[in-house]
């Protein structure tokens, strides 16, 4: 459950990171994720948020190779998604990133898969470049690279926010988006949701 935190203020410094909101992971896509579609609105308040505030938002994106590992053609879990290039792998319609939002593509290592932002990519720099002082996380998928991309926030010594209005998660067994919320919190992340923000 989130934790409530009234009057929650987005101050100079924060971010915001918007992960793998791809067509593959909606409804009609090679790996959808239930309950994607109904948290586009919630993400795109989030994102008004920040637009208003000025402040910077990042989007992250699989990016994959034909052929790439996680592949189940290739032994790996996940049938075929988000190959670079393809529609399944551009951002769906309906999400308003800002114009000339900064996107991280990440798995696009043919032999290796990639969870977290920070996996094979540059997010670090980037963040460190912009002076980011906290990172607020929405996206897909809580059980995958939603978890492991906020570990690595925290690991890189930022505070994490997860919005878990704004999360949806794979579930391939029925308890992994809340285990995948305990585990973050667990670590240090702070969990709210759109009431706990002072438009």
């Given at each position: 459950?989130?934790?409530?935190?009234?009057?929650?203020?987005f101050?100079?410094?924060?971010?915001?990171?918007?992960?793998?909101?791809?067509?593959?992971?909606f409804?009609?896509g090679?790996l959808?994720?239930?309950?994607?579609?109904?948290?586009?609105?919630?993400?795109n308040r989030?994102?008004?948020?920040f637009a208003?505030?000025?402040?910077?938002v990042?989007?992250?994106?699989?990016?994959?190779?034909?052929?790439?590992?996680?592949f189940?053609?290739?032994g790996?879990?996940?049938p075929?998604h988000?190959v670079?290039g393809t529609?399944?792998?551009a951002?769906?319609?309906?999400?308003?990133?800002?114009l000339g939002c900064?996107?991280?593509?990440?798995?696009?290592?043919?032999?290796r898969?990639?969870y977290?932002?920070f996996?094979?990519?540059?997010l670090?720099?980037q963040?460190?470049?912009?002076h980011?002082?906290r990172?607020?996380?929405a996206?897909l998928?809580t059980d995958?690279?939603?978890?492991h991309?906020?570990?690595?926030?925290?690991?890189?010594?930022?505070?994490?926010?997860?919005?878990?209005?704004?999360?949806?998660?794979?579930?391939?067994?029925?308890?992994?988006?809340?285990?995948a919320?305990d585990?973050m919190?667990q670590?240090?992340?702070v969990?709210?949701n759109?009431e706990?923000?002072?438009a």
């Open positions: 459950m989130p934790i409530p935190l009234p009057q929650l203020e101050v100079p410094h924060d971010a915001l990171l918007v992960v793998d909101m791809q067509n593959d992971f409804e009609d090679a959808p994720v239930k309950g994607a579609r109904a948290i586009v609105p919630k993400v989030y994102l008004s948020f208003q505030a000025q402040l910077q990042f989007a992250t994106r699989c990016w994959h190779p034909p052929g790439h590992c996680s189940v053609e290739q790996g879990a996940w075929a988000c670079a529609p399944g792998a951002f769906y319609p309906d999400l308003k990133l800002p900064p996107v991280i593509s990440k798995g696009h290592l043919v032999d898969d990639a977290s932002a996996q094979g990519t540059d670090d720099c963040l460190r470049e912009r980011v002082a990172v607020f996380v996206g998928a995958y690279c939603v978890k991309t906020v570990l690595d926030v925290l690991r890189h010594g930022l505070p994490a926010f997860v919005l878990v209005d704004a999360i949806a998660a794979v579930n391939l067994a029925a308890e992994d988006g809340k285990h919320i585990a919190r670590a240090g992340a969990l709210i759109i706990s923000v002072a």
